[in-house]
C-alpha cells in the first residue's frame, strides 16, 4: 500500500505519546494522510442556562476543546517530524473519545486507527483502556493499538502473525505483506493446532464417532498448517525472515465459529479459546516482539458489537502493538 489512510485518537497522555513513537515501527508508507483528533470528554452535556440564569458551561466547554486542538497540533507537528511527507490534520471535538473517533472513522473512512492502549486515567495492561477497547470492537476499519517502540526508525523490527486458516488470519497476513519493513526484519506466523482427547466422549458413544471426530481433526489441523505454510511463503516472498510455530492447542480448541462435525457435536465437546490468545501473547514476550497481528471477526451488525476474543484478549494483554485487521468498508 503506498498511500494510506490514518486516523489517530490523542489525549495527551503517556500512553498516546507512546503511540505516536510507535508510529516509525509499524511499517506505514513513506506518503499518507492523516488525521489526529483530540477529543474534550465530555460525559453529560452541559446546559447554556438554568432558570433562566446563563451557565458558565459553554465557557468552560470551549475552553476545554481550544486545549484539546493545542493538543492536536502538538502531535500532528511529533508526526510530521516522523513523517515529513505525511499529509497531516489536526482536528479537536467534544463528546465522548469512543464515539468521536468511531464517527469520525465511519465518515472519513480510514484505511487504519491509532490509539493508546489506554488514557490519562488508565490503569495499564490490568485494566483494557476503554476508548481503545470501545473503538477496537466497534470501528469498521483495522485499529493499531500502540503501546510504543523501543527501536528507531530503520532498524529492523519483530512480528508476529496470528494464523488460524480464517478469511481475517489472511487478511492480517496481507496486511503485512503490504507495509513497508526495514531490511532484516522478521516474522513469526503463530497457529494453535486443536485436539480431542478421548475422555471428552460419553461411554455411551457408539463406536464409529471417535474415529470420525479424530479424522476430522486431523483434516482441520491440516488446513491450519497449509494456511501457515502458505502466509510465511508469502512474507518471504517480500523480502521478510518468516518462521512457522505452530503448537498443539488446548483440549478440543478451534477457532470461533468452526463447523463440527455431527459426530463432535453429539458428544457435546468443550471448546476454549484460551490458548491461542496466551500463546501469542507469551510468544511475544518472550521473543520481544514489537507488534502482532491478528485477523477481526465478521463484519455484520453483532460481529461488529462482539469482535473475535482471541484478537480482543491479546489486544488487551500484549506487552506490545497489537493490529487487529480489518478491510476497510468503502462507500461506492
Known amino acids: 500500500m503506498e498511500r494510506m489512510k490514518i486516523l489517530?485518537?490523542?489525549?495527551?497522555?503517556?500512553?498516546?505519546e507512546a503511540a505516536l513513537a510507535d508510529l516509525k515501527c509499524a511499517g506505514l508508507p513513506r506518503k499518507a494522510e492523516v488525521f489526529v483528533l483530540s477529543v474534550s470528554a465530555e460525559l453529560i452535556p452541559a446546559p447554556a442556562s438554568i432558570g433562566g440564569v446563563t451557565t458558565p458551561f459553554p465557557e468552560a466547554e470551549f475552553k476545554a476543546e481550544q486545549e484539546a486542538l493545542m493538543l492536536a497540533r502538538s502531535a500532528r507537528d511529533v508526526v510530521k517530524t516522523l513523517f515529513p511527507e505525511w499529509h497531516v490534520r489536526a482536528e479537536a471535538a467534544t463528546g465522548s473519545p469512543a464515539g468521536v473517533l468511531i464517527g469520525k472513522a465511519?465518515?472519513?473512512?480510514?484505511?487504519l486507527i491509532v490509539v493508546g492502549s489506554h488514557g490519562r486515567s488508565g490503569f495499564g495492561r490490568m485494566f483494557f483502556g476503554s476508548v481503545s477497547q470501545k473503538v477496537l470492537h466497534e470501528a469498521r476499519c483495522s485499529v493499531r493499538v500502540a503501546r510504543g517502540a523501543g527501536r528507531n526508525a530503520g532498524e529492523p523490527v519483530r512480528i508476529v502473525v496470528g494464523v488460524d486458516g480464517s478469511e481475517g488470519a489472511r487478511?492480517?497476513?496481507?496486511?503485512v505483506t503490504t507495509r513497508h519493513w526495514p531490511k532484516g526484519s522478521e516474522v513469526r506466523v503463530v497457529a494453535a493446532l486443536g485436539t480431542f482427547p478421548p475422555t471428552i466422549f460419553p461411554p455411551t458413544a457408539s463406536e464409529h464417532m471417535p474415529a470420525e471426530v479424530v479424522e476430522w481433526v486431523e483434516a482441520e489441523n491440516r488446513k491450519i498448517r497449509e494456511a501457515v505454510e502458505a502466509a510465511v511463503r508469502r512474507l518471504e516472498g517480500v523480502g521478510l525472515v518468516a518462521e512457522a510455530v505452530i503448537r498443539e492447542g488446548d483440549p478440543a480448541f478451534f477457532p470461533l465459529g468452526t463447523q463440527l462435525p455431527p459426530a463432535a457435536l453429539s458428544s457435546r465437546p468443550v471448546i476454549r479459546e484460551g490458548d491461542p490468545q496466551r500463546l501469542l501473547c507469551?510468544?511475544?514476550?518472550?521473543?520481544g516482539t514489537d507488534s502482532i497481528f491478528v485477523g477481526a471477526k465478521g463484519m455484520g451488525r453483532i460481529e461488529r458489537m462482539l469482535i473475535g476474543s482471541v484478537s480482543s484478549a491479546v489486544a488487551a494483554n500484549a506487552h506490545c502493538s497489537v493490529e487487529v485487521v480489518r478491510q476497510p468498508e468503502r462507500k461506492r
Open 8 to 16: 489517530i485518537g490523542y489525549d495527551g497522555s503517556a500512553c498516546a
Open 106 to 111: 465511519d465518515e472519513w473512512q480510514p484505511d
Open 171 to 175: 487478511a492480517a497476513v496481507k496486511a
Open 282 to 287: 507469551e510468544l511475544a514476550e518472550e521473543w
